[in-house]
């Protein structure tokens, strides 16, 4: 099955964008109201954004269906096409356009490189979007031999109060599981904990002050990061078994993401934006213990799988 976009497909987003723009609406107005995966704090919308959401966006989103028939994106979602929604949607035209030349042309693989300098890191992959895994970034953080599902769960049930904190002012990946929150999930039985019956993989993101105190005891930033490097202070983990992971999706995080692989092995799937497509490739990247994978998530539309062996534990965060 051929992977290129549609020219209608293209020409719509192109189109949304445009429309946006006109009406007096920022797209960044627009990719507030539905990148939240859990509310915060009620927040009241424009009166603007709130027409344009009603008299445009919706109908469109409704006769969208139409374009999911073309080829390019019947390759890109395969058997996860119930999991794209509306809100997949909204991110794709709120996304800003790509420089393809800069993130992607030319290249066919995800280099592999020790011993990174932070000038090399600055001036060929920390801003233009082009991944890259880092084979020595992790190898002596105590993460690697601490981290685990046990680990997790003690360091929340203990900490008074951290999973109502997450569950406010954070987000939780269920993904295929049957999860419907952190508490839940580091409470399931022990036999499938140790993933002995029914698979699972979640991920979630952390926004407990103590929690976080905790995890850093274990992690450094990686090694070629510039020194004056701003990074969230929110953590973001995935954990789970062989055979599963995140299905494609793009995000709305807006800076560029690392990512370190703690335990296990995880081949990462990432795939050109439409406008892209005629000159760069999809891209895989194994990642190993130890390894740590560099990757503008807003850019590349991304997949996950945990591949046979350990657990796997990932650990990351936004760096600017």
């Known amino acids: 099955m051929s992977s290129k976009p549609s020219q209608e497909l293209v020409s719509l987003f192109k189109e949304l964008r445009e429309k946006a723009q006109k009406s007096g609406v920022c797209t960044e107005d627009i990719k507030n109201e539905f990148k939240r995966g859990v509310k915060s704090r009620p927040r009241k919308t424009s009166s603007k954004i709130t027409l344009f959401i009603v008299f445009f966006i919706i109908p469109v989103a409704l006769g969208i269906g139409g ?60 801003y233009n979007g082009r991944p890259l895994v880092v084979t020595d ?116 995080v807006e800076r560029p993401s690392w990512q370190a692989q703690l335990s296990g092995t995880k081949v990462w799937t990432l795939i050109p934006p439409p406008e892209c497509e005629h000159v760069c490739s999809t891209l895989k990247a194994q990642v190993n213990k130890g390894e740590v994978i560099i990757v503008d998530t807003n850019q590349w539309f991304h997949k996950t799988e945990v591949l046979p062996g350990d657990i796997s534990i990932t650990i990351g965060a936004e760096f600017d």
């Open 137 to 252: 970034a992790a190898k002596n953080w105590s993460a690697l031999e601490v981290f685990n599902f046990s680990f997790f769960k003690q360091l929340y049930d203990r900490n008074n109060g951290s999973y109502e904190v997450n569950e406010e002012e954070c987000q939780f990946f269920p993904y295929k599981t049957n999860f419907s929150s952190l508490r839940e999930a580091f409470n399931m039985p022990k036999e499938r904990a140790e993933l002995k019956t029914e698979p699972w993989y979640f991920g979630w993101s952390n926004c407990d002050p103590v929690v976080r105190e905790k995890l850093r005891e274990h992690y450094q930033l990686p090694y070629f990061l510039p020194l004056d490097t701003e990074t969230s202070q929110q953590d973001w983990l995935f954990m789970g078994g062989p055979g599963l992971g995140a299905q494609i999706h793009i995000d709305s």
């Open 67 to 126: 374009y999911f028939s073309s080829r390019y994106l019947m390759d890109l979602w395969k058997d996860d096409l119930c999991l794209l929604n509306v809100n997949e949607i909204f991110n794709e035209v709120a996304r800003k356009p790509t420089n393809c030349s800069l993130m992607c042309e030319g290249q066919t693989e995800v280099p592999r490189l020790s011993g990174l300098t932070r000038h090399n890191f600055i001036e060929n992959y920390a």
